[in-house]
Each structure stands twice: as C-alpha cells, then as structure tokens.
C-alpha cells in the first residue's frame, strides 16, 4: 500500500511539472523550487520504503513447544498483543522455563497476521546498557543513529519513527532490571503501540508498569515426557528396562524445558541401560560435571543467583537448599533460620527481623528463585541443583538420602561450611571420629540420628560451629564437647524424647538460641544464668518446671521466652522481651506483673499469660508474627473465687480480682467463680476471640436479669454498661449451670464483628437475648451459630432479629431436650434475598416437631444443606404448607438433604418444591416418610443427585411426584445395610467427603456428650 501511493505521488509529481511548463502562474524560478522541494521528499520517502524493505522482521527460528499450557499462553499473549486492551504486557518466570521460546512463537504469529513486518525483536540480556539498546533498535527500524552521540536526541528519534510507524510492537527478550523507556527512546504512552517484555523478575514487570502480567510454569510430567521424547528421536527405542529409568530422568528436569531438551540431545545414541542409571544418579547427586547440564542449564540459572547482587539475600537463598528435595517449607521457619544464621541478625528486635526475612522471601519468590505454597515454600528441583552447585566446595548436602553412617572423614574437608544430614537414619557414629573443618559454621543433623550417643571427640575441633541442630534424634546425653564451641549462637535440641544431659552451658558465651521444648526428660540445665547474650529462649514441655532463682534475671537480653512457671518480677524488667509464654501459679503475682509491665508500655507484644491454681496441661500456640500469621495475644486464667477486670477497668470493692491486660486478643476464663457478668469488664479493644468455661455464678455475660426492670430513661445511672469487645470475632461459652441469656435486659448490643457463637451444655440457658420488647442485639458480621446441650432452650432467633443478622449462614443444632424451632415467628418485613442462611443442621432435638414454617421458603432461597437426625417427635420438615397452595416454591441453591432416624416424620412438605440444584438425598430410618416433594432435573440424567436410602423395600415405597422418578434414579441409587453401604453404579462418593468435613470445631465440643454418627457420616 506505501509503496503504490509512493508511486502515485511520482506520477502526480510529473504531471505538475508538464502543467508548470505551459502555465504563467508564478514566475519559473518559484515554480521550479516548488517542484524541486516535492521531488526530494518523493525521493527521502522512497529512500526509507527501500530501507524499511531491506529491515522488514522475519520469522525467528522456533523450539518444538508442547502442551496445552503453552498453546494457551500463546493465544492469551496474542490476545493482549492483537487487541486494544492493554499498550504494556510483562511475561515472566524462572529461566529455562519457555519464555523467550512462548515470545518466538508469538512473534512468528504475528508476522502472519500483520504482513507489513512490524514486530520488532530486541534482546536485552545481561549485560544491558542504554546506548546498546538504543542502537539495537535503531537498526531494527532501519534508522541510523550511531553517529548520533547525544544520548538525548538519539532518544528522541527513535521515539519519533515509532510513533510515526503506524501500528507496532516492539518486544524485549531477557530483561534483567529496570530501566527508563524514554531514556531509551520507547514511548511510554502512544497509541498503536505496544510493549512486550520477558524476564525472570516479578519486580522488573511490576517496576516497567506492565499492565498485564503473565507467568510462564514449568511443563506437567505428561508435557515433560512427550517433550523429552520428541527431542530424544525416532531412532532411539526405549524397552522395558529402559522406559522407568527416562521416566525418572524426565522428572528430575522438574518441567523446566531447558533441562528438558538439553537432557534428551545429550542422551542420543545411548542404548545400554545401565548408561541411563548413570545419567540418573548422576542427576540425583547434582553430580553432572562437565556436561550440556552444567553449561546450558545451572550456569545459565546460576545468572539469576549472581543478579541477586545482595550477599545476605544470596546466602539466604542458598540455606534454602540444605533442605530436602521437594520439601515444603515453613516460611517462618526459614526466618528463624535465617536469624540463627545471623543472616539478618543486624536488627535489634525480631519483628524487624521477621519484616526483613519475609521481604527477602518475597524477593526470591519474585525472581522465580523460590515458590509460594500457601505459607510454605519450596525450591524448584534444578534451581536447588543450580545451589549445590554453587556450594559444591564448600559444603555437603545429603537430606533424606537415606544414609545409615556419617560420611567418612575424607569427605570433611578444611573448606567446608554448611553441612546438611537432616531426615536420614544414620545409627552409629564411628568411634573416636574428629572432622578438623574451622570453618564449618552450620551443621544440620535434625531428625537424622537413631544413635544415643556422639562421641566425645567429634565436636572437639569443629569450634567455628555457629548452628548446631539435633533436634528429633534419638539421643540420650550430648557430648561433653559441646562445651566448647565457644563461637556457637543457635543451639537446638526440639523433640529429643530420649535426651535427659546437656552439658555444662556456661561456656556458649555467643549463644543466642537455645530451643529444647517437647525434650520432655531434660530436667536441668547447667550454666544458663551465664548465657548473657540469649535471645531466645524455649523450655516449655519439659521436666524442668521453674528456673533457679536469679536465673531469669540474668538474662535481660531475652526477646522470646517461653517457660512453665515464672515470678512475676524477674520479667517485670525485661526490655527487649517481645513473646512470653509462661504460667503464674499466683495471682498477686500475675496482677503485679501485668500492672508493671502494661501499665509501663514494657509489656511484650506477643504473649500467653496462664494463671491457674491447678497443674498446668497445655501451652497454647503462639507466634511472634503478630501482624503476619495468626498471632494470639492471649490469657488463659483458671482459678476460683475471683472476678476479671481490664488494666483500666475499676477493682471492685473487695479488690479480690485478676487483671487483664487491654491489648489481649483471646482470653479463657475457667472456674472465675466470683464473675456474675461481665460489665465490670473496661475496653478491650483488640479482643477477637472469648472463651468461658465452668463459670457457676455467670447468669448473663452483659446486660441486667430477666427479673430485672430497667428504664434506661428514667434512671440512665442504672442502664447496664454495653459490651466493650470492639473487634471480638468469636465467642465460645460452656458449661456455665447459671447462663439464661448471652445479652440481658438494657440497651441495643453492638457487636460490629461478631462471626461465631458456640453454646454449649448450659443448662438454665434460655436464649442468645432477652425476647422483645428487649431490642434485638446489631450482629452485622454474624455467620455462624452452634448450640449444643442446652436443655432449655427452645429456639435459636427471633424472626424480627434476622434483619439485624444480614449475614448469618450456619444454624447447628445438638441435644437440645426443649427445642421446638429454630426461627420462631413469621417471617419479617425484609427482601427476600436478605437471609443469608446457608445451611440449618438439627440432631437429637427430641421435642422439635418442625423446621421451620412453610412461609419461610419464600425468604431461604439461599440455603444449601439442611440435615435432620435423631429427632423423634419430627412430624413435618416444612410445616404449614396447604394442598391447595398456588404459586411454584423453589429451593434454587438447595445441593445437600439428610433426614436420619425421624420415626415420626411423614412429610418433607405437603406441595412440591423445586430443587435444581440437588447433588445428595439421604433418606433413613424414616419409616413414616414415604412421599418426596422434591421437583429435581429429571431431563439431566447426569446431573440427578446421589440418592441413599436404607434399602431397597424402603425405596419401593416412596412415591414421587414424576411417574419415572424411581427407574431415572436408579443408577444414583445406594441402599444402606446397618453401617455398611451398597453402591449402585456410581462408585465414587467423593461427594460425601461434605458429611466428614463440614463439623463443627473440635474446641467448641470439648467435654460435651459423645457424637456418633450412623455410618461414619456427619
């Protein structure tokens, strides 16, 4: 097209000069100079057609791809690339993986589409710098600018003939950082005009302002094999002694396609199994030598490693791969270790150092070093072989190889650092061994020894030792060596049920660490007082119940502390503490505590305090990764005859009382008997989750008695003072004998981020609220109620609270003598989509005759399971409902109905319900059941629901509303035979995982009666 209108132009330029030679419009001297400015730019326009010609993009050569991920990642990028979308699109992941091969692909497709060739490749690579660049695509636009030396206005013609090139995409393979687009001439905004870039980096797409990201994953071994064979050849047979030993091979590459090609060329020709073997152990090992693997694939994926360019994050990246092949790994395990390290060691509080391990972490991880399971981590298997490799001198990494011996003394050589024996079996030691290595700083030996002992002599020169690990071995006594390794910081001796001496500690001067918890036979430890540089310290679930006296307070420098029995004022002045688990047996020695160290501000951050006037039986978790993970700022307070009060809260006249501290973020109360409620109880802002237990004298948790008259107008002084729990998210109470209501007589209760409410074995407990006229409680965030053992209590909701509800999802019923519903009333004047019940679960409610009102399936058009077991006075799951009812009644959402031994339900509901949505229908022991109501996809041969019943003369009689119900059912059909069940065609019942894992949480059934469910269902 630009070359016809050029032509064009030629020929109108000929014509004007035959018409000037024959007119007298202008003087001959102005015509001619018109005539010659049109020829020159007709000849400059020609000029850049033979130049854009002559750079016109050609296809690139192509590497076979297979798989299906590819193919989609391909059609995604043309999508962005072809559409108007998006001007900037990032491709990233770990190198090796496919991206430059996914770009050639895409950039060969697009040379199809748009014929005019413009698509221009640029690589960047490592070793990037402006001017290189700018000339690269200087010449890929056909535009001279070397002998242009101002950077700037290089800049600015590039930019001028790509924004003037119509449409086009420019993409840039194996960018390594960031840089400035306009420094380099790219134009950062224009329309038309698109950017492609790959790289390994996360951070390079994020910091280039790619609106799109996409990230290129390894193959799945399906893809790797097809892949590894294509690239093998024809010409190679693989027989049957040979196919597990390739298959083996081919899962060692991890679906990196690098490894993957390069392995299979390197294996052409071979034949000999045995040379196969080799090849495998050779992998395994991270043993390949001099080979293709080494210099096509761990040093290229060594660039990645060197691009880190930060020693500390290089050498927190190598500690990654001292652990076993595809190990998943605690991220903040991999903190902790890292700080033992002394690898982020600098900052002076652990919540600093927590803050630097995970941005760390996410570094790796965003440089395709490390991936992300959940809150785990792992390490791709070449990129950990890309990491021994790095360490192949200095260290030795043999986790979970399964040896049965240290590896010999030659092996221990005067260069080694890091050693890692970690899950072996390794049963003996050899005699008098004494590896001389000075250098050896980490040596890693968890999990691994099913020896008692080590000899004296292995650890007596091995004094650079900075990380000793033993933990989970089966060692009775540590070496008397141990004594000496004067430079040690972390000592670790977790989960050795078998260890009952340590040896004397006062030596280990730079000792920081020291963990031996679940080490339940240590008694003693000898030294610990000198340890003046300890930071962490964890005895807890051992023999050693308490500390000599002075001990503690001399270990000022403690940030982590978690022990049995503490005095309250040897941590009163801990400065740098910041977790505390431990267990006050006194009182006045808790409040002193808590008053000093939080009225003062020198509280720790993370913490679970116990007072308890009995034996202590557990610790509770906690983590001191307060804003990272689950962290619990707890109190755990289990003693008779005494109120609680916050710190800021008023002592009441006897004084008798246990402080609590304000920041606390969960608190169990057992056995207060001096708590009657808890309005006494100031501000506490942060607490998320209550439990009381076994407090005999509790008769409402706020609010006044139901034989309480209060007017809050007439006497405001007299007005019970609202719940002060802000942020409480879940409240569980037990075994309370005076509970009759959760929230009494007195104002409107507001709890703004209430989720869960767990009632259970209360029995005077009457209901969550006082009824009206005392206002509904405001539960906004309110999703799930359970109620167990309350005999009393005959329903679960008003219907005028449900408005007040909004979210409330999950109703569950258990052994409640006197329940008669669990909605009392009609529905309220509400949208109907306003209720946002989910599931209703009622078991062993023996004087429940009803679900619920047949008005209410109007309102529950979002319910999705309703369970009825073990209520024997059910006559109607749905009642109210009459023949002569007009109007189709629905249950949309409706997936999962269990009705179990109801000896007295005859009707599911008297008019027919739709259910579109019916995946399992268990009908048993229901002997007067015999109509179903229930309208199903009947036309949907597949997508009829699983059907269980308890057997087949029970199936006879039930009668459906479609005449062909039974014969379409019958290859859903299971019968029940006591606890066995007998299958119909359908084998799989993954569907019924539903029953055994939606439960309610083991905790809020502690000490309830026992649960059995028919079958091993619920």
Known sequence: MEVANWLANVEKLRIDCTEAASEDCLPPHQQVDILMREAEDIRRQGKGLLKARETKASKLLEENMVGEAFQRNTMKILEYLVGNQISRLGIYGMGGVGKTTIMVHTHNRLLEKTNDGKVLWITVSQDFNTQRLQDAIGEGLGLDIQQEKDMRKRATKLCNCLMESGKFIVILDDVWKHFDLKEVGIPDKADNFKLVLTTRSFEVCCQMQCQEMIKIEPLSHIEAESLFLEELGSEVTLNLETRPVVESIVRECAGLPLAIITMARSMRGVTDVFEWKDYLEKLRESDMGKTDMETQVLMKLEFSYKCLGNHEIQQCFLSCALYPEDELID????????????????????????????????????????????????????????????????????????????????????????????????????????????????????????????????????????????????????????????????????????????????????????????????????????????????????????????????????????????????????????????????????????????????????????????????????????????????????????????????????????????????????????????????????????????????????????????????????????????????????????????????????????????????????????????????????????????????????????????????????????????????????????????????????????????????????????????????????????????????????????????????SICRVPITCDSMEILMVIKCPELNRIPLQLRFLDIEGLPHIEVEGEEKWKTLIWDHPNAQALLQSHLHFRWGNCILRGRHESRSHMNYFSSHVVPAESFTGQRNLEMSGGQG
């Open 331 to 906: 991220k903040f395990k991999l903190i902790e270790f890292f700080i033992d390290q002394g690898l982020i060691g600098r900052l002076n509080t652990r919540e600093k150092q927590y803050i630097r391990g995970l941005t760390i972490l996410n570094k790796l991880v965003n440089v395709c070093l490390l991936e992300v399971h959940g809150s785990m981590m792992k390490m791709h298997d070449l990129i950990r072989d890309m990491a021994l490799h790095i360490m192949s001198v200095t260290s030795i990494v043999k986790a979970r190889k399964g040896l049965r011996r240290i590896p010999s003394e030659e092996y221990w050589t005067d260069a080694l650092e890091k050693i890692s024996l970690m899950e072996n079996n390794i049963e003996e030691f050899p005699l008098n061994m004494s590896p001389n290595c000075p250098k050896l700083s980490t040596f890693l030996l968890n999990g691994s020894l099913f020896c008692e002992v080590i000899p004296d002599s292995f650890f007596i020169q091995l004094l650079g030792l900075k990380v000793l690990n033993l933990s989970g071995c089966c060692l009775k006594e540590l070496p008397n060596s141990i004594s000496n390794l004067v430079n040690l910081r972390a000592l670790l001796l977790q989960y050795c049920p078998g260890l009952c001496r340590i040896p004397y500690l006062g030596k280990l001067k730079s000792l920081r660490k020291l963990d031996i918890c679940y080490s339940v036979r240590v008694e003693a430890l000898e030294g610990l007082e000198m340890l003046v540089n300890l930071r962490y310290l964890d005895l807890s679930h051992t023999r050693i119940d308490r500390l000599p006296k002075g001990t503690l307070g001399a270990l000022r420098n403690l940030q982590y502390l978690k022990v049995r029995i503490v005095n309250g004022e040897d941590i009163t002045n801990f400065w740098a503490l910041e977790t505390l688990v431990c267990y006050f047996e006194d009182v006045d020695d808790f409040n002193k505590f808590v008053r000093v160290a939080f009225e003062k501000r020198n509280n720790p951050q993370h913490y679970n305090l116990n007072v308890r006037q009995e034996e202590l039986k557990d610790y509770r978790k906690v983590n001191d990764d307060a804003q990272f993970e689950n962290c619990e700022r707890g109190v755990d307070i289990a003693t008779r005859s005494q109120a609680i009060v916050s710190v800021g809260g008023e002592i009441n006249g006897s004084g008798v009382c246990i402080l609590i501290p304000q920041d606390v973020q969960v608190l169990r109360v057992v056995n207060c008997d001096g708590t009657t409620n808890l309005s006494n109880v100031s501000l506490l802002e942060n607490l998320e989750k209550l439990i009381i237990v076994k407090l005999k004298n509790l008769w409402v948790l706020n609010g006044g008695q139901d034989e309480e008259i209060i007017n809050i107008r007439d006497s405001p002084a007299l007005a019970p003072t609202p719940l002060l729990f802000p942020s409480l998210r879940v409240l569980i109470i037990r075994k309370c004998p005076k509970l009759k209501y959760l929230f009494g007589h007195g104002p409107k209760f507001y709890l703004p981020h209430l989720r869960e409410i767990a009632i259970h074995d209360c029995e005077e407990m009457v209901g969550i609220a006082s009824p009206p006229p005392q206002p509904a409680p405001d539960l906004p965030s309110l999703e799930k109620i359970y109620v167990s053992g309350c005999d009393k209590m005959k329903r679960v909701v008003e219907s005028e609270w449900l408005p007040h509800f909004p979210n409330l999802r999950d109703i569950i019923l258990f052994y409640c003598e006197s329940m008669e519903e669990i909605i009392r009333g009609p529905p309220p004047y509400m949208p109907v989509e306003g209720i946002s019940l989910e599931w209703l679960s009622v078991r062993n409610c023996h004087n429940m005759r009803k679900l619920f009102l047949h008005e209410w399936l109007f309102h529950l058009r979002n319910l999705q399971r309703v369970n009825a077991l073990g209520c024997k006075r059910m006559v109607e799951m749905i009642s109210g409902a009459g023949q002569d009812q007009e109007g189709v009644v629905m249950l949309p959402k409706l997936k999962h109905l269990w009705l179990q031994d109801l000896p007295q339900l005859k």
